[in-house]
């Protein structure tokens, strides 16, 4: 079975432009979260997604947005981008959102210059 | 507050020496706790998984961890490090309520021939 898979791998965007991160849930998992890693740092919770709501949100700010499609994968909007926001954007999914484990992907390492 | 406390950022062992890596919850609830790792331009691996079932937590790898209660703990310990388990740890938290992962600062693991 595939894992959770996070497209891109790698990109460079330019600050002020807008960036679409995506990823695709382990079969039958039906919640996705979001989380940005920081070098050095451990990862940060943006947002939750359960059955396509909104369950979660991190102390992000609105310039970060998400949505989950009906088939349970997810994207991770980011606009005006700054160049405070270069990370490692992480994604999870899991069966349900009770804690019993996510299953992470390798991440978008996402670079703003 | 939730939050999850990582003593020590680098821990040095050698191969074949006993590795401990030490974590502290607070908590108002009972508290779902887990042990990540992280190998360098990887996404996040579940090592283990704390649920209220059994206070000593066996993983993957020869990874355990205990909870105790009374010392809002959850130490991670392997009795023999090899070197292929030199990475990044993260003790991590659930919030049940929203199923967000509270991230410890991480602990980087070297281990020397």
């Known amino acids: 079975d595939a894992g959770v898979t996070q497209s891109p791998t790698h990109l460079i965007k330019t600050r002020g432009q807008h960036v679409t991160l995506r990823c695709s849930p382990i079969?039958?998992?039906?919640?996705v979260s979001w989380y940005q890693q920081v070098l050095g740092q451990g990862p940060q919770f943006i947002f939750q997604y359960y059955e396509k709501e909104e369950r979660g949100r991190g102390n992000f700010p609105d310039r970060f947005s998400a949505r989950q499609f009906p088939n349970y994968s997810s994207e991770l909007n980011v606009n005006a981008l700054l160049l405070g926001d270069s990370a490692l954007y992480l994604c999870?999914?899991?069966?349900?959102?009770?804690?019993?484990?996510?299953?992470f992907g390798s991440g978008t390492r996402l670079t703003v210059v | 507050a939730q939050s999850v406390t990582q003593l020590g950022s680098h821990v040095s062992v050698s191969e074949g020496a006993l590795v401990l890596l030490r974590c502290n919850y607070s908590?108002?609830?009972?508290?779902?706790l887990f042990w990540y790792v992280q190998y360098p331009n990887q996404g996040l691996q579940l090592l283990l998984k704390?649920?209220?079932?059994?206070?000593l937590v066996k993983g993957i790898n020869g990874f355990e961890a205990e909870f105790k209660k009374s010392e809002t703990s959850f130490h991670l310990t392997k009795p023999s490090a090899h070197m292929s388990d030199a990475a990044e740890y993260f003790c991590v938290m659930g919030s049940g309520n929203t199923g967000k992962l509270i991230f410890g600062q991480g602990t980087t693991l070297q281990v020397k021939p």
């Open positions: 999870a999914s899991s069966t349900d959102r009770a804690l019993y484990g996510y299953t």
């Open positions: 079969s039958g998992h039906k919640s």
């Open positions: 908590s108002s609830v009972p508290p779902y």
């Open positions: 704390y649920t209220s079932a059994a206070t």
